[in-house]
């Protein structure tokens, strides 16, 4: 079964860090682009960050720019998304998803979701 597992989510307060983690189980990362995205109660869906291993592309949304990071460990066959400087309003349940680009606006496989709580 090919599927995508989250893991790294937490309660953390603002200001603080946490570094979520994106393995595919029965495919390679890099066999799509591997975007995170994230919904908060009430909220629509929101994309966060994607990474696109053909050429190495990073995107992030605006309010994310210089406090997250996204990256990889081709060893691990895992992406990482690496949240600091985290606010009150980046509370949400975070997933990640597997992409034909990261341009695309629909996914072919997603994760079960890792909840994140910034607390003040």
């Known amino acids: 079964e090919l599927q995508l597992v989250e893991s790294g989510g937490g309660l953390v307060q603002a200001g603080g860090s946490l570094r979520l983690s994106c393995t595919p189980s029965g495919f390679s990362f890099d066999d799509y682009a591997i975007g995170w995205f994230r919904q908060a109660p009430g909220k629509e869906q929101e994309g966060v960050s994607c990474?696109?291993?053909?050429?190495?592309?990073?995107y992030y949304r605006d309010s994310v720019k210089g406090r997250f990071t996204i990256s990889s460990d081709n060893a691990k066959n895992t992406v990482y998304l690496q949240m600091n400087s985290l606010k009150l309003e980046d509370t949400a349940v975070y997933y990640c998803?597997?992409?034909?680009?990261?341009?695309?606006?629909?996914?072919?496989?997603r994760g079960q979701g890792t909840q994140v709580t910034v607390s003040s």
């Open positions: 998803a597997a992409k034909p680009s990261c341009g695309s606006n629909y996914y072919l496989y």
């Open positions: 990474f696109s291993s053909t050429d190495g592309s990073k």
